[in-house]
């Protein structure tokens, strides 16, 4: 009942072509559908209609975050709980969005876009149903990974953005980054039993920091850098480690300029577990595990 | 909402200081409780007080499969369901059945294991601190997984032993079937993965394995030689599954209780289509890279 997890990631790109032409080529994304200024993306294990939107526009940016619920009735139950918040929410109806059925938005306490759909068209995977191997079809490209995993948002006031998430959408709280004062600056909360689903950090409000991509294991990423080094892709930072969640990562960045991230590892939290906080003078290894720093970059580039 | 996940198994062994040396020294569980009849061990990143409990007991095989629910109320939902279905169930206080235990109701499923819900067991912590923590702590002997993942039970009708536990909230992810359509084997699950319990075609009551949690395939490789090392019979592997897609290895405990140490599989949604295996790729379905199951395999069981 409730959020389930991320479902799709809508982005703002100024040449369709190019980001087209990367996600598909680089990242190994399958094209599922194309209008005049729309690609619908999706990874290969996934069976609903896309995880990734790109729009042309002259900016990059943000369009929307989406999550997927459980059942009809959480959209209901959702949506009067925003609404009691203050927030205006508008109901999409099916068929208004491509690729999916009706679906309630509203603008978070951080400023982005957020979206609930429960009704997602099933494209399905790329194995059958009956016998399947065990693995991907032969021939994919790029790193291909198999679904999309978490996305990180920013916003100026990380503590109210995470009331809104945790007491209204009912995320929970798996780690959190302390300042020196005991204000959260950065927050990381999940719905899917991973260590997170949606992570803010400080920054400007409607900011996107990197969506990311799930593999299977550390081999995986070290082959994901591999790829991302053949076609001149740049390297924000990794591989390397979390200290928070404990994943195994590389960023990098679109040729837009919209930071992704690749990802695997972590821990299975339960509804009841204990929330791990992280001190600001730890910040580096909990980011960066193993160089035990931050890079300006990393810490000032989003989208 | 419902049931979580599995929490715990405890399995019989005819002699509880071999049982135990094996699952600290080898497998690389922690002990945290002790009686005169009964270890209780967990994984290291786990909170709750046990995941296994080692019964001393003449002979091998199942004392009983717990699994946990997220909220005290789910007890009394399940507890009508059981009832329902007309199954008796017992109601447990909080550190009636063992020290550290939770609230729990106890009932035989149709397959003819004993099963347990259960909620609220005392938190003892990983071995991590809850401020600053490294990601993983260092000096752990033996396999050292992170937790427990699944159970494998046998059943006479697998198909009646399916209906149940979808009416507990399971859901089915995969399964085997027989040529004339019936179910040979299912996969279930709560967890949004593969499997929480899976189902095969055997004996009522029986215990087919058990199996932790791995990070990843190299983590695997480096199980089979800790177990090769300690002279513990591998039974299968390294190899893989068709059914889940996971990475594994089967082995035996000094007792003759199947283990296994498993990794990788897929997220499942709820409103996922399960996998179909036919009668005739049942060997790839369980071991991919064989594409044969031995016999051993199919009749050893506790």
Same mark, same amino acid.
């Given at each position: 009942m409730g959020i389930l997890r991320l479902s799709h990631v809508d982005v703002r790109v100024p040449d369709l072509d190019l980001a087209t032409a990367y996600y598909t080529e680089v990242l190994g994304l399958l094209e599922v559908e194309r209008t005049a200024g729309e690609v619908f993306l999706k990874c290969?294990?996934?069976?609903?209609?896309?995880s990734l939107k790109l729009s042309y526009a002259p900016r990059v940016g943000l369009d929307l975050i989406s999550f997927k619920v459980e059942r009809d009735e959480d959209l209901a139950s959702l949506e009067s709980r925003v609404e009691a918040y203050g927030f205006p929410v508008r109901r999409t109806s099916r068929?208004? *969005?491509?690729?999916?059925?009706e679906s309630i938005r509203f603008e978070t306490p951080s400023g982005q876009l957020m979206e609930l759909v429960r009704e997602v068209e099933k494209v399905g995977? %790329? %194995?059958?149903?009956?016998?399947? $191997? $065990?693995? $991907?079809?032969?021939?994919?490209?790029?790193? *291909?990974?198999p679904r999309i995993d978490h996305v990180l948002v920013t916003a100026e006031e990380v503590g109210e953005a995470t009331r809104f998430y945790t007491d209204l959408l009912g995320f929970r709280l798996t780690e959190q980054l302390l300042d020196g @004062? #005991?204000?959260?600056i950065g927050v990381w909360l999940e719905r899917?039993?991973?260590?997170?689903d949606l992570a803010v950090v400080t920054g *400007? @409000? #409607?900011? %996107?920091h990197h969506f990311a991509f799930w593999l299977d294991d550390w081999d995986h990423v070290r082959k994901a850098a591999d790829i991302l080094a053949y076609n001149g892709v740049q390297i924000d930072v990794g591989p390397t480690r979390h200290g928070i969640t404990r994943g195994n990562t590389i960023y990098f960045f679109d040729p837009l300029g919209t930071r992704n991230e690749v990802f695997t590892g972590g821990y299975r939290p339960d509804p009841d577990f204990p929330t791990i906080t992280w001190t600001e003078d730890n910040i580096g290894r909990a980011i960066f595990y193993y160089e035990g720093e931050l890079s300006e970059r990393f810490m000032k580039v989003h989208t | 909402m419902g049931v979580l996940r599995l929490s715990h198994v405890e399995v019989r062994v005819p002699d509880l200081e071999l049982a135990t040396a094996y699952y600290t020294e080898v497998l690389g569980l922690l002990e945290t409780g002790r009686e005169a009849e009964r270890v209780f061990l967990k994984c290291w990143?786990?909170?709750?007080?046990?995941s296994v409990m080692l019964r001393y007991a003449p002979t091998y095989g199942l004392e009983h499969m717990g699994f946990k629910v997220e909220d005290a109320d789910d007890l009394e939902e399940c507890e009508r369901v059981v009832e329902k279905y007309g199954g008796q169930v017992t109601r447990h206080a909080r550190g009636e059945l063992a020290p550290g235990h939770g609230e729990a109701i106890r009932f035989d499923t149709p397959t003819g294991h004993r099963c347990e819900l259960v909620h609220g067991m005392e938190k003892v912590g990983?071995?991590? =601190?809850?401020?600053?923590? &490294?990601p993983r702590p260092l000096?752990?002997?033996?396999?050292? &997984? &992170?937790r427990l993942d699944h159970i494998f039970v046998t059943a006479e009708d697998v198909e009646e032993g399916t209906r149940f536990f979808k009416l507990l909230g399971f859901r089915l992810t995969e399964q085997i079937l027989a040529d004339d359509g019936h179910q040979l084997a299912t996969w279930l699950e709560v967890?949004?993965? =593969?499997?929480d319990i899976a189902l095969v075609t055997g &004996?009522?009551?029986?215990?087919?394995h058990f199996a932790f949690w791995l990070d990843d395939w190299n983590d695997v490789r480096s199980a089979a030689d800790t177990l090769a090392y300690h002279g513990v019979p591998i039974e299968v592997g390294p190899t893989r599954h068709g059914a889940t897609r996971g990475y594994t290895v089967y082995f035996f405990d000094p007792a003759g209780n199947r283990n296994e140490m498993f990794t990788g599989g897929y997220w499942v949604d709820p409103d996922h289509e399960p996998v179909t295996w036919t009668e005739a790729e049942m060997g790839r379905a369980i071991f991919y890279y064989e594409g044969a199951v031995n016999q051993r395999f199919f009749t050893v069981h506790s």
């Open positions: 290969w294990d996934e069976t609903d209609h896309h068929g208004e *969005a491509v690729g999916q059925g995977g %790329l %194995l059958p149903k009956v016998n399947p $191997p $065990p693995f $991907p079809p032969q021939g994919l490209r790029g790193i *291909a990974p @004062n #005991g204000h959260q899917s039993h991973s260590p997170h *400007a @409000n #409607g900011g %996107l | 990143d786990e909170h709750e007080h046990h990983n071995l991590l =601190p809850r401020t600053n923590p &490294p000096g752990l002997v033996g396999i050292a &997984p &992170p967890s949004h993965t =593969p499997h &004996p009522n009551g029986g215990l087919h």
